[in-house]
Every structure is written in C-alpha cells, then in structure tokens.
C-alpha cells in the first residue's frame, strides 16, 4: 500500500520561512503525481493552496509556492503569518480517479 | 454555487451497517467524478473511494476494498457510499467531494457527516 510521508509538525516564527514536503513510500514524487497541498481546519472543507506542482489558486497570497525538491514535492510559506497556523496536506495523483492524501504536517507559528 | 451535503451518519453497531449520502447542486453532476474522504478523530485526511461520472468506474483504497461500496444517482444528483461489516476504525467524519479532472485535485467539499461506531 502507498504511503504519502509529510513531516508531523513544524513550527516558525512570524515572518520566517518554512518548506513542508511530501514524499512516496516508493519511488519518487514527479510533476506526474499533479502534488496538490491544500490547508486544512478540522470540520471545515480544505482549501486548495496549490494544485499540478506549483499553481497557486485563485486569492492565495503568493507567499505559497509549491516545487519538487528532489524527489518530494513541496510547500514554502515565506514571510509566515499567524493566520497560516494549521494543518496541511499534500494530495497525489495515483492514477484514474485515485488518489491518496499525505499523513499531514500541523504548521504552528510562533 | 456549488453545494454538497453530507448525511445519514450516526451511530452504528461493530459489525452492522450504514449508507451515507451527498446531495450535490450548482453544478452538472453527471460530469464529474465523485470521491469520498474520511477523517478519524485526531486522524489525518484518508482518500477512501470514488466513482466516475457515469458512474461505471469505481476505485477504492485498499484498507476499505471489500467492505464499502460507492453509487451515484445521476437522476437524483446524490452520492452514496455503503459501508459494510463496520468496524472502531471506520468512526470518522465522511465528506463527499468533486474531482476536477482537467487540474487532478477536489475543488468542492462538503462539511461532512460523522460515523461512528461503538457498541
């Protein structure tokens, strides 16, 4: 079974820079795994911050990027704020309709 | 506006049974692919199945093969998943959400209904 491996926790100060990343049991992650990360607050929808690698939805602020970083696909917040204190999960393209969810990583800002 | 809601979770008994639906609107339902998501208490986000359009196709994570199952009415714009031979693990909040085939991500989500199972 694929396992989608994301750091469990992370934490930065305000104005710092992080990089979650999103890794496959087996194998690489690869622009053909179209990495989504969405942030997510429990009992509410997630929200889709990036989708095919690196495309930023629409009224994201631009400091979210997502790249691939050597073999993971991953997700840079720059200039942290407060507000971006959650839990984020990558989603990757398995094949037709199918996909799998990363473990999840809880970004804290402090 | 597109809307998904959720219902028909509750309580259920280890080893009995429970079908959950999602009634979408806003959008052409038929046209897209449809995929159920479950999220257990303190838990990560799970892909667990989904169906396609017409909903010919369907796919399942291994930890449910077997044991769920996934329909659509395209007549009545509603989802459904059956899940079988329940079990503790299965007591999560289960959320329908639409596939955007062109972009490979869910683009809508409903707010989930919970399942839970205990004796």
């Known amino acids: 079974q694929t396992v989608v491996t994301q750091e469990p926790s992370f934490s930065v100060s305000p104005g710092g820079t992080v990089t979650l990343t999103c890794g496959l049991s087996s194998g690489s992650v690869s622009t053909s795994h179209y990495p989504t990360w969405y942030q997510h607050t429990p009992g509410q929808a997630p929200r889709t911050l990036i989708y095919?690698?690196?495309t930023r939805s629409s009224g994201v602020p631009d400091r979210f990027s997502g790249s691939i970083l050597g073999n993971k696909a991953a997700l840079t917040i720059t200039g942290a704020q407060a507000d971006d204190e959650s839990d984020y999960y990558c989603l990757l393209f398995m094949g037709t309709a199918t996909y799998v969810f990363g473990t999840g990583t809880k970004v804290t800002v402090l | 506006e597109v809307q998904l809601l959720e219902s028909g979770g509750g309580l259920a008994q280890p080893g009995g049974s429970l079908r959950i639906s999602c009634v979408a609107s806003g959008f052409t339902f038929d046209t897209y692919a449809m995929s159920w998501v479950r999220q257990a208490p303190g838990k990560g986000l799970e892909w667990v199945s989904a169906?396609?359009?017409?909903?010919?196709?369907?796919y399942y994570a291994d930890s449910v093969k077997g044991r769920f199952t996934i329909s659509r009415d395209n007549s009545k714009n509603t989802l459904y998943l059956e899940i079988n031979s329940l079990r503790a693990e299965d007591t999560a909040v289960y959320s329908c959400?639409?596939?955007?085939?062109?972009?490979?991500?869910?683009?809508?989500w409903g707010r989930g209904t919970l399942v839970t199972v205990s004796s």
């Open positions: 095919s690698t690196k």
């Open positions: 169906i396609s359009g017409s909903g010919h196709s369907t």
């Open positions: 959400a639409r596939e955007s085939a062109a972009n490979y991500l869910y683009d809508s």
